[in-house]
């Protein structure tokens, strides 16, 4: 399999972001430390995990076992809101990082917002954990507007992105919007709707005339606004479909076209389908 194109890079509030990297949910065991691995020999430098995936080691087996330098991959890891009152999230940033035998992830995410503990604590327990070296940077995944306007406030580190689902089917643009005046970037989880872009027929339409998959104009419809995107696949055979983004251009038609697919009630994950988190 041939080398992927060099990805291209978003600055936010002082990170350098990758603009396409592996999602990881549902990847497990030595399957998942395959895939990882295989993506980074053919070019990815950007790899997302969670505690709550339960492949953290696997991840971290394949980071190690493709040889890529250290400096060369960006790492993203989640806290499960189990763990966000102060003591507990140090431990679980701790136990993260020997599960992906690394001394430090490049980015640390509170998973989704947790009422349950005050957001100012959660938050000081996380800029205590990159000034300690353990997160080169901070953000938060799952927060609406209004959670975000909060978080900021009571960060004194910078949070470089807020991670949420967005894809063509989801209007996501006030929080867009918001994420952009504050300097934040935009990471869309379930990029490719959970692969059913694949049966779009506008996405269809447009890919036959740029000769790609309606799944890779999905995607280069995201990174052409600078959101930086996650698509997973357990398939080696479709790491290099979804890398080849960077090599053609949407029209202003099209961009709006495909922006018209959107829907206020177009999201594909209801958490675990079944409602809320559970905290306890
Ligand atoms: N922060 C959060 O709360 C949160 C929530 C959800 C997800 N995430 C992150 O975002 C990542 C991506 O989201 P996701 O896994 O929900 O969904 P996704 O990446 O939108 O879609 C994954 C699905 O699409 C299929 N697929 C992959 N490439 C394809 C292609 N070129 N054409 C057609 N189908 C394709 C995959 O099947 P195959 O395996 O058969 O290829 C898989 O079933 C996750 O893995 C995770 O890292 C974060």
Known sequence: MSHIAPVPRVAANGADIPLLGLGTWELRG???????????RLGYVHVDTAELYENERE??????????????VFVT??????????PALERAARDCLVRLRLSEVDLLLLHWPNPQVPLAETIGAL?????DGLARNIGIS???SAQMEEALAAS????VCNQVECHPFLDQSKLIAACRQ???????????????????????RIGIAHKKTAAQVCLRFLVQQDIVVIPRTSKVERLAENAAIFDFTLSDGEMAEISGLASRDGRMVDWAFSGRPKWD
């Open 182 to 204: 504050h300097g934040m970037a935009v990471v869309a989880y379930s990029p490719i709707a959970r692969g059913s872009v694949r049966d779009d027929k506008v996405l269809s």
């Open 127 to 131: 800029c205590k954990v990159k000034r």
């Open 30 to 40: 030595r399957a998942c430390a395959r895939v990882v691995e295989q993506a980074l």
């Open 77 to 86: 890891t989640k806290i499960w809101p189990t763990h966000f009152a102060p």
């Open 59 to 72: 991840v971290g087996d394949g980071v190690h076992a493709s040889g890529i330098k250290r400096s060369a």
């Open 156 to 159: 004194s580190e910078p949070l």
């Open 142 to 144: 799952n927060f609406n």
